[in-house]
Each structure stands twice: as structure tokens, then as C-alpha cells.
């Protein structure tokens, strides 16, 4: 991290889990455990809990995310929801183009993008999820992979927009599969995302965007991840359901 640059954030991803009474029991129990966070702390909550979340938050350092948003304002799209619909509840952040809506519901870097312009649009914080499969590494073809996923995704973003975005680097291959990149890796593709974002917009740009990790990151390797230069923190993933090992990431993240 160079939070002389950046402010590092750390984003608990809840996936489809917790009921509202269980929602409102895990941040109470989360709420003193990272009230002195050295960093941004997020939570991203099924769209069931986020008046529960919101309520539970308020007066605290929490903020609030949803987990993904449809591109149009209103209109025949049963089951889903607009970025104006969370932004007029209160929440502040939603997470776009996560693998598992890439993988399972038909995402694509096209899609992503028209999802983060209505975000934007509606004034939400974008924590924009990219990243490669395994056969893709394995193929040597990761920086490509990622860097057009990048590209796509910011397409028509301005350099004052991004500065409401935070990009979450995602190896599909290590996402719930308790693989994990090692900290040279992770910080290698951050790293490259970031020229990306450089060669996108300029040196300042790139120096200002938080770039988290987010592939299996936990209470065990949070502080050798966020050791690394260009890793901000990370979009946590099953840790984040467990008040004490999310706790534990936001504290490796505040140092």
C-alpha cells in the first residue's frame, strides 16, 4: 500500500448469504472491532440486507455496498435492480463484474461497462472486479486478459469519474478455491493494471486509483498481501462473514 497516494480499503463481498437478523448480528459484532480502521472499511450485503445494514452502520465508519446493479434506470428487467434504486436507500457502493456474475449470469466486459456508466451516473462508488481463469494464466496471456477487461470497463469514464472507482483484481482461480496468489503475483498484476489506468488517463490517475486483491485473501495472509506496493487492500470473500478475521484484515490494512 502508499497511502501517502491512495487510501487503502478493505470490502467484505457477503455473496448470497445472511439472513437480516443475521446480517444485524455480524455488524454488531464488527462495529467495535474496526472502529479505529486505518482504512476505508465497505460492506457489500445481499440487496435483503441492505436496509438492515444501513440502519445498523449509521454513526459508524461502515459504509454500505451492494453486490451488483442493472445498467437501466427502470423498466421490464424482472428481478432486478437500478443504480438509482440503491442510491436513493443510501447505499454508497456496488461491486460490478465480480467473476461469479461473469462466470454464472452471463456478465461480459461490455455489459460491466454500461453497469459502471449507470453507477456512475447515479452517483454510486464502483468497486470494479477483473481478472483471468486459470487456463488464461497458465496461457500467459493474464496481462491481456486483464488489461482489456480494464480498458472495456472504463470506457467513457472520465479521469474526474474514476476517482469513484476502486478496481478489485480477482484471479477467478483463487476465488473461494482457497488458492490464494502469492504477494509477488498479486502486487505484479496490480501493478500492471495500474500503467493500464496510466496509459488510460495519466501518472496521477493511476498513482490516486485504490486497487484491491481479491482472490481468497484472509486473517493469515492480509499482512503480507498489503505489504506489497501496489496492493490497497482487498474485496474479501468468505473471511468477511466471520467478524474476527474481517477485523483482522482491516487492521493488516491500517498499518
Known amino acids: 500500500m502508499n497511502k501517502a497516494l491512495r487510501q487503502a480499503v478493505i470490502a467484505g463481498n457477503w455473496k448470497m448469504n445472511k439472513t437480516r437478523p443475521e446480517a444485524k448480528a455480524l455488524i454488531s459484532e464488527l462495529i467495535p472491532l474496526v472502529k479505529d480502521a486505518g482504512c476505508g472499511v465497505v460492506i457489500c450485503v445481499p440487496y435483503t440486507n441492505l436496509e438492515t445494514a444501513l440502519d445498523a452502520t449509521k454513526g459508524t465508519n461502515i459504509k454500505v455496498g451492494a453486490e451488483n446493479c442493472h445498467w437501466a434506470e427502470s423498466g421490464a428487467f424482472t428481478g432486478e435492480i437500478s443504480a438509482a434504486m440503491l442510491a436513493e436507500m ?60 480494464t480498458k472495456v470497463a472504463l ?29 509477488e503475483q498479486a502486487n505484479e498484476v496490480n501493478h ?19 486497487i484491491q486483491y481479491g482472490g481468497s485473501m484472509n486473517a493469515k495472509n492480509a499482512d503480507e498481501l498489503t505489504a506489497q506496493p501496489d496492493v490497497d487492500g482487498g ?10 478475521d474481517f477485523a483482522a484484515i482491516v487492521a493488516a490494512a491500517s498499518k
Open 235 to 244: 474485496l474479501i470473500g468468505g473471511a468477511s462473514l466471520k467478524a474476527p
Open 192 to 210: 500492471y493494471i495500474r500503467t493500464v489506468v496510466e496509459k488510460l488517463y495519466d501518472k496521477e490517475a493511476a498513482d490516486g486509483i485504490t
Open 155 to 183: 470506457g467513457g469514464v472520465t479521469k474526474e469519474e474514476l476517482k469513484n472507482i476502486i478496481i478489485a483484481y480477482e484471479p477467478v482461480w483463487a476465488i473461494g478455491t482457497g488458492k490464494t496468489a502469492t504477494a
Open 90 to 149: 443510501g447505499v454508497e457502493y456496488v461491486v460490478i463484474g465480480h467473476s461469479e456474475r461473469r462466470q454464472y449470469f452471463g456478465e461480459t466486459d461490455v455489459t460491466v461497462n454500461k453497469r459502471v456508466r449507470a453507477a456512475l451516473n447515479a452517483g454510486l462508488k464502483v468497486i470494479l472486479c477483473v481478472g483471468e481463469l486459470l487456463e488464461q494464466r497458465e496461457s500467459g496471456i493474464t496481462e491481456e486478459i486483464v488489461g482489456m477487461q
